[in-house]
């Protein structure tokens, strides 16, 4: 059984920084592309970052580029999330996926895992 579980998630004033952590198990994802959707209160799932198989290409929703940043460990079988200079905007539940294809993708269709996700709260 695949499982995504994440951590790190919690209450950050605005301004701070979070690092989100997903660890995998049942499956060895070095070979496919990774990423992280949040949901934000009274909104759908969107797209927050990607990574490809290799960590070498990365892709970011514009609304966090710049502040986030996504890397992962193949050995480790993890992927992690960067949060600096959050916004209050940024609260929502963060959600790790894992893609059946090798890129990084924005596309919700791409990820057939994913975690139960982490509440991160930003205060203002």
């Known amino acids: 059984q695949v499982q995504l579980v994440e951590s790190g998630g919690g209450l950050v004033q605005a301004g701070g920084s979070l690092r989100l952590s997903c660890t995998a198990s049942?499956?060895?994802?070095?070979?496919?592309?990774l990423g992280w959707f949040r949901q934000r209160p009274g909104k759908e799932r969107e797209f927050v970052a990607a990574i490809n198989w290799s960590g070498k290409s990365t892709s970011y929703a514009d609304s966090v580029k710049g502040r986030f940043t996504i890397f992962r460990d193949n050995a480790k079988n993890t992927v992690a999330l960067q949060m600096n200079s959050l916004k209050p905007e940024d609260t929502a539940v963060y959600y790790c996926?894992?893609?059946?294809?090798?890129?990084?993708?924005?596309?919700?269709?791409?990820?057939?895992?994913w975690g139960q996700g982490t509440q991160v709260t930003v205060s203002s």
């Open positions: 996926v894992g893609s059946w294809c090798e890129g990084g993708s924005a596309s919700f269709n791409a990820y057939g895992y």
């Open positions: 049942g499956r060895t994802f070095s070979n496919y592309g």
